[in-house]
């Protein structure tokens, strides 16, 4: 609880992972994958309540393990490739009795986040008097560097810039949501059914690279597992 204000942690685990199979079951050092943000929901000093929703039996029996609850099972249709994750939390928020003032989505793939983060966040939502937190890392590599590539094979940038050779330095630095954080009072969120609003109602939390991996693939997970060492 933060200033009176409940507050639920949600990780969303389904079964299916095209980019990496298993994944949220996956040994990431020494224990499972997902396990990583259930510690880390847990350390939280304002957090008031955590659950996984997931599709998956041994995920939840993996989730109970670590002291997480899983109060229902996601129904199927919420746990497609095409389904909307804004609608796992909708679907969420409406089966639990208990009324949370402000909802924190914690995404399994984001092993390296850490409590703190998590605290610092929620501070911000409420110093900021804003309705949105979204963490998001630096991007490597500005805008105006982007390119599609048209069917004929011909470079065409994203965006419209007056030279081709432009320094870095002259560029505003870019972000991206790391996939980490997203936290927004219920509220606002079943509203607007979004963490980011045109309004000036999302703030962004940056995180620093070496805690902003976000695991979809062989090469993230690899990544994650020489950060840890």
């Not at 685990?13 to 990431?28: C, H, I, Q, Y």
């Not at 986040?113 to 610092?120: G, V």
């Amino acid at each position: 609880m933060i200033n009176n204000n409940r507050i639920l942690g949600v990780i969303p685990a389904r079964k299916g992972s095209k980019g990496l199979p298993g994944k949220n079951l996956k040994n990431l050092g020494d224990k499972p994958l997902i396990a990583w943000s259930i510690i880390e929901a847990k350390k939280s000093k304002y957090i008031d309540r955590c659950i996984v929703s997931t599709d998956d039996e041994e995920i939840a029996q993996l989730a109970k393990k670590y002291g997480c609850e899983v109060p229902f099972m996601r129904p199927a249709e919420l746990a497609t490739d095409d389904a909307n994750v804004n609608d796992v939390f909708l679907h969420v928020l409406d089966l639990l009795r208990e009324q949370y003032d402000i909802l924190v989505v914690l995404q399994p793939t984001s092993p390296l986040r850490e409590s703190e983060d998590i605290d610092h966040a929620l501070e911000m939502i409420e110093h900021e008097n804003v309705s949105a937190v979204v963490s998001v890392c630096k991007s490597n590599k500005p805008l105006p560097w982007h390119f599609t590539i048209e069917k004929d094979g011909v470079l065409k940038s994203v965006f419209p810039r007056k030279k081709l050779s432009v320094n870095r330095q002259e560029l505003s630095p870019t972000y991206l949501p790391n996939g980490a954080l997203f936290i927004a009072y219920t509220d606002f969120f079943r509203s607007k059914t979004t963490f980011y609003t045109e309004s000036k109602s999302t703030f962004a939390y940056i995180m620093p690279p070496e805690r902003s991996v976000d695991i979809d693939n062989r090469i993230d997970f690899f990544t994650a597992e020489a950060i840890i060492g």
